[in-house]
């Protein structure tokens, strides 16, 4: 993959506007903890994509320091999980409007929600994204 | 219609001898401090004539004029130096940006032979620039013209009207066909455009093939065999470059990986999809293997019904007619005759390939003057005989070019090495290469005198952040840019690193540096190569070898082709900065645009527009992806054609993986 700034945006808010909002709806209905309610699976999907926009200016920056201007794979799994870990560190340190005070438990809510999330996404992106929209691979991922 | 070249520039930032910019007329100019000199830097470090640069046509040579403080090109202090494009160069303790013509450095490669990839190089065969070049190697599907009866000729006099009359050419009893949507050439290019086209609803009774080979990959395939790659072989190209599928998906590597897997063979299958997770940052570059490529590509062709498409013909010339059309002018031998016919339609593309391939100069010279074909060869040319030789008796080879060719040919000379271990290679280069290109805040790395990178242009020309790039920009940038990112490369296998620095350590494979003056026979009947050395200053070196295989690939400007020539001179169509044909950002040509007709083209006769990676499968798909786009939004009501997204491109990719006509 070879996205431009416009096309991380774009496919960003794209998988996480579906797949996102669909794996966050089976979570919601499946995992739903009493007082704190299936909700914060989708504030937690916002904050993924609020802050991914962010993210992907400074994964950009990294590209360009690359010959090729790409992002192979194996950097997008690495963005993952710096990204994972960034937003669980500022869920658990509070203070995140919409996040439950107790915070969210990682290894049984917060992994598998965002890994799940990401994993569909991820797989989504290296090649089935290119059946919907033949352009989309050579317009650096824009989708518009 | 000469193209236009920008020139030869120097620049320079220096808080003592402040900023400037300086264009270098043809022959001598002395920079220095003194007041006279024709660029003046006024720096104490620099001396009052310390340098002198020296144009000559392409050719840019700096000279130290005996400075205190001497003149440096990439960190090294020289008297005389052939610059190329990168060179950093310092006078005294002032920098200079020294800019080169693009024309020089974009003797493109032959490539189709790898690629999808391939595309230009810079010329290091260490010859003499591109625009010098006269000999041309034709392609062996432009055969001398048997003579035989000609029927149906459309009249020459027609011919000269750059508007063909339709009525005319029935009272003169030309046949004429009409089609809806011409596929002009029958190579990579056309089965590209044709097989979207198909994918986009088009039947394939509205489509027009024409071509001289019953197999769109005929002529690719030859240039792959004669440059050494087997149908075992691995081309230069990305997994998901799938001329045969537009989708890109699933790409090579996973189909290899799946026939891995139901074969058993599941850490070869783990092997292919880790190289297309971490190329080319963690693992080797994944390049499919070319049997598998063609394969594909003949299971589409049945797919999409090629064969009934078909016209097999050599075209002739390609006119607007008078009923707000364009048409091909084509022959066709039955054996005993040649039918002359004309195919019009409404919206054409173009893709003919290579015009052709040329020598370099000095191999050229050589070879008009001794008529000698055996001992100097191009790689790209049947030469099989030259291995045969080398396995028998042994040898020595040198090779001119550092590009994939030349890594592929060491291999083939590796390989034949275990049959005869006499064999030794020199590999003449024009200079050292101390660091590769640089652009922005990135480089490519250098390696026993290769510049590595996985495709022959930065992966993301193809579709990332270089592609937009390079379509925003106007003509003069796109040249530049061109110039930054193109240049000799090959890839960066780990077999052929070791290869090398195998041939380095035992003794069989020897750089040499400098530029040829001349090729001659020697005495005892084999062939010499006279060398200004670079390594030695004002020294000649001779170096006899066996043979000399070019590797360089030079390619010829569209004027090369017959018909292109003709399209040029007919509609006064203008060329861009490279010398090619100027295609707006949709590759159309709108010096041919009709009533209702459009135009298009595709592949190595546009490098120097939107797009960099042009004769790659890859940029033939976005070519024609561009142009069926261009076609859907002409307002025209084009027959047949959808736009292919969502679930009607999904509909399509299940009819692919199905295997059933779209």
Redesign the interface.
Known sequence: MTPSLAGRWQSRLFVLGTIGVIVSALFAVSLSDPGVGGGVYFVILFYVALFGLAWDVAFIGVQRLRWDRDWPPVFQVAAGIVEGLVLFLLIDGGGLPGIPEQGVPFGSRFLPHYGLVWLLSFLWLQGPMRVLSTRWRFFGGRLV | MSPERSDHKIAWEDPEAGDGAYTLPEGDTVVGRAEDADVVLNSPLVSRSHARFERAGLRLTLHDLGSSNGTFVNGERITEHVLRPGDNVRVGSVALTVTHPVVEQQATVLAPAFTVAEGVLTDDGAGAPASMLTAVLPFADSPVEEAMPERGVVPDEMLRDPVLSEEALAAAGVEVTETEYMALGGGVGSFVFTDLLRTSGVAASDITVIGNERVPYARYQRLCINSQIPASERLRSNS?SCPDN??????YA?REAWRAVRSGNLGEAASLLWS????????QTYTPISGDVFDSIDREAERIGWDEMLREGRIRAIRKTDRGRVAAVVSTSTGTERRHSVVAGRFAQFALGYPAIQMLPDLATYREQTGDHFHIVNAYEDHDAVYEHLREHGGTVMIRGRGIVASRVLQKLWEDRAVNPNINVVHLHRSRLAEGHQ??????KVEEQFEF??FNW???C???????LLESSDDAKRAELLGAWGGTTTASRDDWRELVKQGVREGWYRPEFGSVREVVPSDDGRVTTRIDSTAAEGSTLEVTTDFVIDCVGLEAGPERSPVIHDLMEMYDLPLNPLGRLKVNDDFELPGLRHDSARVYTAGAVTLGGPYAAVDSFLGLQ?SA?RAV?SILASGMQPRGLRP???LY??KQ?VRWAQGVAP
């Open positions: 998901d537009v989708w890109g998906f699933p790409g996973t297309i997770f971490g190329e080319p940052a963690v693992a652009y922005g805040r990135s480089a490519r990178q996985p930065p992966k993301s193809w579709g990332g952040e270089l592609r937009d976005y992806l786009e292919l997204r969502g491109s999904f990719w």
